[in-house]
């Protein structure tokens, strides 16, 4: 992996350069916020391990300004202090990952690992789903049928995805509610069927033929290859 360290205390910067290039890394060390902003934006990495105390500018700046740039690069931030709002602040700013000082060089190398893990998984994943003339974009955030623009709330988006990714399964109302909600506990159940009567009037109401079904006593699913 290519690697951008941002660490200001050097005895440690040295130490984890050591050891990543001992696995194999390509590393560049930085040791403020500023450059590794500016690092972060010139080159591609595959990962950024981000101290949260620097000088120039935070690490939390610093992952805020890149994801505000767009850059999806997988962030372990490294953080002194194991206080809850410190790890929240981080997960926040687009971090993907923390790790408390002092850690075990063992315990880095397995957290850049799974988070190595998790990009690939990402990158691998188609990013349109497709169901017959209705596609939704799962990076762009929009759906569209017969190339006209479909405008969804955040919820109806996340609706039709989980019966998208699950093409002519039947979806019960529960699987949808913990797909959607998270099994919100203040969230009534027939919600889902609210919903999916949102969905269809944006969705099935102007076009042929209907992809949603009602499955009578089970759920819902679209229409797919397994129906
Ligand atoms: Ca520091």
């Given at each position: 992996m290519h690697i951008l360290l941002v660490e200001d205390e050097r005895r440690l910067a040295a130490a984890v350069r050591r050891v990543l290039e001992e696995e194999g890394h390509v590393v560049d060390v930085v040791y403020d916020g500023e450059d590794g902003l500016y690092q972060a934006l010139v080159e591609e990495y595959d990962a950024i391990i981000l101290d949260?105390?620097?000088?120039?500018?935070d690490g939390f700046s610093v992952a805020r300004e890149l994801r505000a740039k767009g850059r999806t690069t997988p962030i372990l931030m490294l953080t002194a202090r194991d206080a809850i709002p410190d790890r929240v602040a981080g997960l926040d700013a687009g971090a993907d990952d923390y790790l408390v000082k002092p850690f075990a060089l063992s315990e880095l190398l397995a957290r850049l690992r799974a988070l190595d893990r998790r990009a690939r998984m990402s990158a691998s994943e188609p990013h349109v789903l497709r169901v017959g003339d209705l596609e939704l974009d799962l990076r762009a955030r929009e759906a569209r049928r017969q190339g006209r623009r479909i405008e969804l709330t955040a919820k109806e988006f996340a609706l039709l995805e989980a019966l998208m990714r699950h093409p002519g399964q039947v979806l019960t109302r529960s699987q949808l509610l913990d797909m959607?909600?998270?099994?919100?506990?203040?969230?009534?159940?027939n919600i889902v069927d609210t919903y999916i009567h949102y969905l269809r009037t944006k969705v099935d109401k102007d076009f042929e033929p209907k992809l949603i079904r009602t499955v009578r006593g089970a759920g819902y699913a679209i229409r797919g290859e397994r129906v």
């Open positions: 949260v105390m620097l000088p120039g500018k959607v909600w998270h099994y919100d506990a203040a969230i009534e159940s």
